[in-house]
């Protein structure tokens, strides 16, 4: 058996984005993966012979073609279960990612729900998909907002939660699993235990955390989750979302459509067993099965070594980093807290200006407020530069990365 | 070919500095603010104006090196014109000062926001002091041809 270290090593070959060269001819160095992830071939090949020898309709037709695309589009719906230890494969159901997957819990659970005075909880290191879904019902209900805040290590006040709770009031918690910015891991089964028993739903943005760790969702014991394919190998447009169906079961449709009906009438329709009552429409079936082979690639490396190359390249990032005059990094210093994303400030250097210039260095790193201005404002900040590490980078990226800060330096006579 | 990074000539970076005319008007005929939805850069214009004429300008806000130094050049252009000067400023009048006339698209918006926030406070002043209503419709088609 191949070393974990060449296992990574020889993985790059199956990108083939990472051989191109960039601006200046300039070698890719792709430090965005917080946002989105390259594909391998396997995901690549897979959605091309989807469109080459099975393109057709699922769940309706029954011909051959039309059985072969139903059948693979199901297959990723058990490579997910397994992937993220959920028993009931009819709790899954297909998204365009996590965005659409909060949005469904907002409008099919929190219409019914909510409740005027009722109070929904959330935290200030939210993606903005995470905040202003509970925005609008929250409004539409007149039901309230709250925000457990954070500390200057970027971990949550957990008081704050115990305060919301104490109220009576909180029906749902919703919170992500790992920030986008800050990279810090969340207590989930710490929050969790407090919900339980104070009997309040739970719903986990997985978006940044599925890609990166081992996630077992019975082992969580929450309510909702939700993750997106693009940020761990697959391709855009396809997310899920997972609930308990004892909660499932109190929901009314999303959209409705074909596919989610038992029988329609002039003036009354019933729904379609679970999950296809939440999947209305043709759906995203060339990338659900590319999502299939993504899952694939993921399993056979093992999520254990896809976490642990990353804590070894945040180490590296870290020391390296903070090793670089003037420079800041957000969160906290305490590696087992946090995955592979680093949010940093260079002196009084504009973010989009340090990402300008050491773009023509093949630097591909983020720039801006990670759509979390309300962790920005937290953080006092206008915006931040963000690397965020993957499966494909290398040792060899950061110090590309840390030697580029020198010519920002220079420019900027810092 | 000339590389993107070469926008960061000395004159940027000493605007980006030293910002020319930052600041606030605490006494202002007209105070406008906009934001760039895509990366948060935010830009405040106050100005004085003193018989059709812009007496004082001064910015306040926070952007990257490109926007603070678009937002020096305008507010130095703008300072002493009157109102119908002021409206026909052109996006090629401050780019060009900074040699900046090939901007890459994804920055021409850190560029010009500040114009879009003079423009649309010379707006707001000129439709308050309006004699009479038949000049609104013109206002608003001349403002809504700007972008």
Redesign the interface.
Known sequence: MQSTESLFENLRKDFPILKRTV??NKPLVYLDNASTTQKPNQVIDAITDYYQNHNANIHRAVYALAEESTEAYEATRDKIANFINVKDRQEIIFVRGTTEAINLVAYAWGRPHIDEGDIIVTTEYEHHSNIVPWQLLTQEKHAKLEYIRMDDDGELILDDLDKFLATGKVKLVTFSLMSNVLGTITDAQKIIEKCKTAGVLTLIDGAQAVPHMKVDIEKLGCDFFAFSGHKMLGPTGIGVLWIKKPVLETMVPFHGGGDMIREVHKYETTWNDLPYKFEAGTPNIADVIGFGAAIDYLTKIGMDNVREHEVELTKYAMEKLSQVKGLHIYGTKDISKRGGVISFNFA??????VA??I??EGIAVR???HCA?VL?ERLNV??TSRASFYIYNTKEDIDILVNSLN?VAK???L | MSSNADIYHEMIVDYSRNPVNYGKIEDHDVTFHDSNPLCGDSIDIDMKIDDNKITDIKFHGRGCAICMACSSVLTEITKGKTLDEARVIEKNDVLSELGLEHLQAVRIKCALLSLKVLKSALYTYIGEHLENTQDLDTLKEEAANLY
């Open positions: 601006r200046d009084d250097v504009h973010p989009h200006d300008q210039i773009d023509e720039s801006g407020h201005q920005m206008a915006a010519i420019v900027f006579k």
